[in-house]
């Protein structure tokens, strides 16, 4: 695991800025080229081995027409190669998740689909429907190839990125060879990075003195150049005892399975923030229809000023990084006080890409931050555990906040609050976090179970429980007092 380290230069001059702006001009270009000709499934030869495109680049003078030293395009192709190999792996993943639910096969075409997205080059005669010879394990069984083969093919086209880079990421990547860092006599830091000109390196004064070792990323923010840097980050074990779920609360952070809560008031917080966009964007829509009938009118000049004035992009900007910043420290400092209290061995979560939040969220917030925020939190929580060495469990949570975790009875949730019609009122998030927590050791519903079926489980679960009078206990056994201890 990595975490970026970022480093400023200062005072560049002008034929310095332009020459690093031309650099990232053109390394993009070759970024996109390599992207256009193997992101798509053709790549998947050169899969196995991507230094292949290199060799054939330099065997043509493909590469002259890039205007870049050789060191710098060949960073580019890899840059993008190892962009492309993650993009398939991530699809290779969904896919196969799919092919796991689909019921429209069976187990040894499961297996046969399975094979070939490990072999990336008869993947590519699959779905671009070249014969091939049927691996020897497959001889002689029932398998519908082309079924499976277009199947294979739609998906892969369904989960490949297909947007370019784009010329506004002024950035490239530079490795140790491209660059040297020294300090001249009056004690300040100097990088030297590897220019258009062979042997001619373009100097820039550093903020703060560095020990890089590995590849750096040169990024240009007008004239305001970033040196960033991936360093490993040291894994701390925490070293603790107990399981723990988590849900996302309905006004909090996170729940655990332990009742705390943590984070409290983040809806708040993100309902302000939320609300403060809408406002915004309201304003800035009206200003818009405004100068748009100047325009009509022909009265440029006004639009103009008007626009000068109302419609600045930098504050604006400005302001909500400021902002989105806030949460996103609010979730921190949520995870960590999670992790130091409870010390948790293994951390249960539910599949945030896949969970839907609706009722924790009112609309403005959904509008502005339902999307990001599973993908930060999950992100979060991805590394909160690894640098923590905490194990993690991610389970199905089909039903896990529409059960109640003491009898499996479907109950009613609303808002923070869950009803059962025999144990009453539990806490809904809380309650949720249980079920979590059991769901890791189900020995029927694994991450893979389809919704539908996840239900028919759990009914099938309900009507034996039914039946048999150990249950009763739970049934009848405890009093309103009781109860709002779950609350
Ligand atoms: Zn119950």
Redesign the pocket.
């Known amino acids: 695991m990595k975490k970026t380290i970022k480093n400023y230069c200062f005072n560049a001059t002008q034929s310095k800025l332009n020459e690093l702006y031309e650099i990232a001009l053109r390394y993009t270009s070759v970024k996109n080229e390599v992207f256009q000709r193997y992101g798509s499934i053709s790549g998947l030869n050169y899969l196995s081995y991507p230094r292949q495109i290199r060799n054939e680049w330099v065997k043509t003078n493909y590469a002259n027409k890039f205007g870049l030293q050789a060191r710098y395009w060949k960073q580019a192709v890899d840059e993008v190669f190892s962009n492309i190999k993650s993009n398939w792996s991530n699809g290779f993943r969904k896919i196969k998740n799919n092919i796991y639910k689909n019921k429209n096969y069976t187990e040894v075409e499961k297996h046969y689909a399975f094979y070939l997205l490990k072999a990336s080059i008869l993947l590519y005669k699959a779905i671009t429907f070249q014969s091939f010879d049927l691996p020897e394990i497959f001889k002689d069984k029932d398998i519908r190839r082309d079924k499976i083969h277009k199947y294979l093919k739609s998906r892969s086209r369904k989960y490949l990125r297909t947007k370019s880079y784009q010329n506004k990421n002024r950035s490239f990547q530079i490795d140790r060879n491209m660059y040297d860092i020294h300090k001249d006599n009056k004690g300040r830091t100097w990088i030297g990075i590897m220019g258009l000109t062979p042997r001619k390196r373009v100097r820039l004064q550093m903020t703060s003195s560095t020990e890089s070792t590995g590849n750096l990323r040169i990024v240009l923010k007008g004239k305001h150049i970033e040196i960033h840097q991936a360093e490993d980050i040291q894994v701390n074990p925490i070293e603790g005892k107990d399981k723990r779920a988590i849900d996302k609360g309905f006004s909090e952070v996170i729940t655990s399975s332990s009742g705390r809560k943590y984070g409290e008031q983040f809806n708040q917080l993100l309902k302000k923030e939320s609300d403060r966009l809408s406002e915004k964007n309201k304003k800035r829509n009206k200003i818009r229809a405004l100068t748009d009938k100047y325009e009509k009118k022909g009265d440029i000049v006004k639009s103009e000023i008007i626009k000068k004035n109302n419609l600045g992009k930098r504050k604006y900007f400005y302001q909500k990084e400021i902002n989105l910043n806030e949460i996103k420290q609010f979730i921190n400092l949520s995870l960590n006080r999670f992790i130091t209290e409870e010390r948790p061995a293994v951390m249960v979560t539910e599949d945030l890409r896949f969970t839907n939040w609706n009722k924790k969220l009112s609309k403005n917030v959904k509008r502005y931050f339902s999307s990001w925020l599973k993908g930060y939190l999950q992100e979060r929580i991805d590394y909160k555990v690894m640098l923590n060495g905490v194990q993690q469990v991610v389970v199905n949570s089909a039903y896990g906040s529409q059960i ?6 479907f ?1 009613v949730r609303n808002g923070d609050k869950f009803y ?4 009453g009122v ?1 806490d809904a998030d809380h309650n949720a976090a249980l079920n979590y927590l059991t769901r890791m050791s189900d020995p029927d519903i694994t991450v893979y179970t389809p919704y539908r079926k996840v239900k028919d489980i759990l009914q099938e679960r309900l009507r034996l429980s039914n039946q048999d009078s150990r249950y009763s206990v ?1 049934k009848t056994g405890q009093s309103e007092s009781e109860r709002t201890d779950y609350v």
């Open positions: 109640c975790h003491l009898c499996g009875r109950g059962c019609e025999v144990h539990l739970i």
